[in-house]
């Protein structure tokens, strides 16, 4: 006789959708658990109940197999059996995407989380835009990774689709009328799991922010998740800065105000103000600003290492203005940029190098000297494309833009552009050219040289004991001698006794650590050279902001009209404190107190305490002066008010 087909039960479509849900719990709690095993001695030394990250993780893993379990539960509850062929194809096609993805991203979590000590975010998607640089930087730098995962994934592809031949058909055998029956309560069900909160805002990824330390949190949250949420805050174009608090615009400014000792009603312009020069000369200097890739103090002997890894800065130390304590703004290098080429600090969502409101008026150091007769130019070894630098140089005052479509002949091409001995070389040259046609000239470097893969020529350094060849202590060794190769050859030109060099990173090479607010990962290179500066180490507490203002004030230009969020070290308006931005996290520095605010959390105060940061009561006014920098510097973006500043604003 033949076999009767049995009638499947009622909650196999639930049991299909449970099965399912347990499938990518278990790729993330993998991928987690890889993660804590990897990072666990660090971990250990956080002094948290690191314990709860898998909980907390549990959290924002069913959040996402949620949201992508409504699609599987659609076609299963609601199609009819006269459909199953072709729900059972888009099923098995839908999740192997989706399994695909996880498992992809798991494995691109671990060199991310190498590079930036974070998880996938917003950084992930944006470059995402420069598929040139970064495919070539992937495969330079992560072959084996490369490999692993693509035997991971082959082998789940060929798993998968063997099993899940058969894997839906018999749900279709219970009639539609009772299948969708199950759909209202499972739609609640998922519901309740995407939103994971019962409470007036739905969770986010927030809620993995639950101790002190920076790694614990990372690793709770979910990669997918972050980098969907990145998406999302970045597709609005504007980011909901209700999540960090509010606070009237007027106290916000006096609140800047305050600390910087700027009068933010001095002018019609906020912040604007005339700015005596301590250095009046007849005939102003020239100024050249040299932005160093990743130059983190941490390298730098004459700030504390003893591995001689640059010893050409450590002997410019010594000729100039030396920052012992100067700190970043940012973790990218759109804010460096930004921060020493205008002044600005960094502002909540995307720079503005790449924010649509910055691309034209808005200050910069080339459309302050233009009216001086200054020529502006912007050196890059790399594709002026990169970040949008061209639209925002140009835009913004600079005459012209020379990058790697510009140099002939380069001793050195790799992944991110030309070398910087091939940057140094031909801003020389071009110094020499403006100056023998007596051309006043203002110019911003920016250098590649110190980036993954960390690529240099030959035969210019002898490489760092212990490391790869292809490491970033050899890197920032090659960049040190690129700088020094710069400085000793414009010693030997006329120009350079009438022009200021600044010397300066853009951020750290990676801001990591166990801190909350990796804070002591901020602290950056700093210095500033000309004939006649005096030789001095400056220990007070300085941003990048401040650094521009200096080399402004020593070029010697009276009366400069500018809303340069910083102060001349020379001026007694110059206060202690550093604005620090580290991600989605703001945290205001003010002598060895950081108060930090993160989107929808409390805001806490925290005391440096043997270089490690330890939560303390908080200081409320240190607290709301943070939160009136963040919607003071959005303001100002986003009303377009730092911006070039004419008699008419200021007189």
């Given at each position: 006789m033949p076999q009767q087909r049995c009638t499947p039960s009622l909650w196999s479509p639930l049991n299909k959708l449970f099965i399912i849900y347990l499938g990518l719990i278990t790729v993330f709690f993998l991928g987690r658990l890889g993660l804590f095993l990897f990072y666990f001695q660090r971990i250990t030394h956080s002094?948290?109940?690191?314990?709860?990250?898998?909980?907390?993780?549990?959290?924002?893993?069913?959040?996402?197999?949620?949201?992508?379990?409504?699609?599987?539960?659609?076609?299963?509850?609601?199609?009819?059996?006269?459909l199953k062929s072709f729900a059972n194809i888009t099923l098995r096609l839908y999740l192997l995407f989706i399994f695909l993805l996880a498992i992809y991203i798991e494995n691109a979590t671990f060199p991310f989380f190498a590079e930036f000590d974070v998880r996938p975010n917003a950084l992930f998607i944006n470059y995402l835009e420069y598929p040139k640089e970064v495919l070539g930087n992937i495969w330079a730098s992560y072959k084996l990774e490369i490999f692993i995962s693509s035997i991971m994934l082959i082998a789940f592809a060929v798993w998968f689709w063997r099993k899940s031949k058969y894997f839906f058909i018999q749900v279709y055998d219970?009639?539609?009328?009772?299948?969708?029956?199950?759909?209202?309560?499972?739609?609640?069900?998922?519901?309740?799991?995407?939103?994971?909160?019962?409470q007036h805002r739905p969770a986010n990824i927030s809620d993995a922010t639950y101790t002190n330390s920076h790694l614990v949190n990372e690793i709770t949250k979910n990669s997918l998740y972050a980098i969907g949420y990145?998406?999302?805050?970045?597709?609005?174009?504007?980011?909901?800065?209700?999540?960090?608090?509010?606070?009237?615009?007027?106290?916000?400014?006096?609140?800047?105000?305050?600390?910087?000792?700027?009068?933010?009603?001095?002018?019609?312009?906020?912040?604007?103000?005339?700015?005596?020069?301590?250095?009046?000369?007849?005939?102003?200097?020239?100024?050249?600003?040299?932005i160093q890739e990743s130059l983190g103090a941490q390298f730098v002997g004459a700030l504390g290492d003893q591995r001689g890894i640059t010893p050409n800065l450590d002997r410019l130390s010594q000729q100039g203005l030396w920052f012992n304590q100067l700190y970043s703004n940012g973790t990218r290098s759109i804010r460096g940029l930004a921060g020493l080429s205008a002044g600005f600090l960094p502002v909540p969502g995307k720079g503005v190098l790449k924010r649509n409101k910055a691309q034209q008026g808005f200050f910069t150091v080339a459309q302050l000297l233009k009216p001086y007769g200054y020529h502006s130019v912007f050196i890059y070894g790399g594709e002026k494309r990169f970040d949008n630098m061209a639209s925002w140089y140009y835009g913004n005052g600079f005459d012209d833009i020379i990058d790697e479509s510009k140099f002939t002949n380069p001793a050195f091409h790799g992944i991110w552009g030309v070398s910087d001995e091939d940057l140094v070389k031909r801003a020389n040259q071009e110094f020499k050219g403006f100056y023998t046609k007596q051309q006043p000239f203002v110019s911003v470097m920016f250098s590649t040289s110190n980036h993954?893969?960390?690529?240099?020529?030959?035969?210019?350094?002898?490489?760092?004991?212990?490391?790869?060849k292809n490491s970033v202590e050899n890197a920032i060794k090659y960049a040190d001698y690129a700088i020094g190769l710069f400085i000793?050859?414009?010693?030997?030109?006329?120009?350079?006794?009438?022009?200021?060099?600044?010397?300066?990173?853009?951020?750290?090479?990676?801001?990591?650590g166990d801190n909350l607010l990796p804070f002591e990962m901020f602290k950056i290179m700093g210095v500033i050279l000309g004939e006649g500066v005096e030789s001095k180490q400056i220990n007070r507490l300085t941003m990048q902001p401040d650094l521009l203002a200096t080399a402004l004030d020593l070029i010697g230009i009276d009366n400069l009209r500018y809303p340069i969020l910083g102060h001349s070290i020379y001026q007694d308006h110059k206060k202690d404190m550093s604005l620090m931005k580290f991600h989605q996290m703001y945290g205001l520095r003010v002598g060895n107190?950081?108060?930090?605010?993160?989107?929808?959390?409390?805001?806490?105060?925290?005391?440096?305490?043997?270089?490690?940061?330890?939560?303390?009561?908080?200081?409320?006014?240190?607290?709301?002066?943070?939160?009136?920098?963040?919607?003071?510097?959005?303001?100002?973006?986003?009303e377009k008010l730092f911006r070039p500043i004419s008699e008419a604003d200021c007189n």
């Open positions: 002094n948290t109940e690191y314990g709860w990250s898998f909980l907390y993780g549990l959290r924002m893993d069913t959040m996402v197999a949620s949201l992508f379990l409504l699609i599987p539960a659609i076609l299963l509850l609601l199609l009819p059996s006269a219970i009639s539609i009328t009772k299948r969708a029956l199950l759909f209202l309560p499972v739609f609640i069900l998922l519901f309740i799991g995407v939103r994971s909160s019962f990145a998406y999302y805050s970045q597709s609005n174009n504007s980011f909901d800065m209700k999540r960090y608090g509010k606070m009237p615009i007027e106290e916000a400014y006096q609140r800047m105000g305050k600390l910087l000792d700027i009068d933010p009603k001095r002018c019609k312009t906020p912040f604007a103000r005339i700015v005596p020069s301590t250095f009046q000369r007849d005939n102003p200097k020239n100024l050249v600003i040299f993954t893969p960390f690529e240099y020529p030959e035969g210019r350094i002898e490489p760092v004991a212990g490391v790869k000793d050859a414009a010693k030997k030109e006329a120009y350079y006794k009438d022009t200021m060099f600044v010397i300066a990173s853009d951020h750290n090479v990676r801001v990591y107190e950081i108060a930090i605010i993160q989107p929808e959390e409390e805001p806490i105060t925290m005391k440096i305490q043997n270089g490690e940061l330890v939560e303390t009561a908080h200081n409320n006014e240190l607290e709301k002066d943070t939160l009136g920098f963040i919607i003071g510097i959005n303001a100002l973006y986003q």
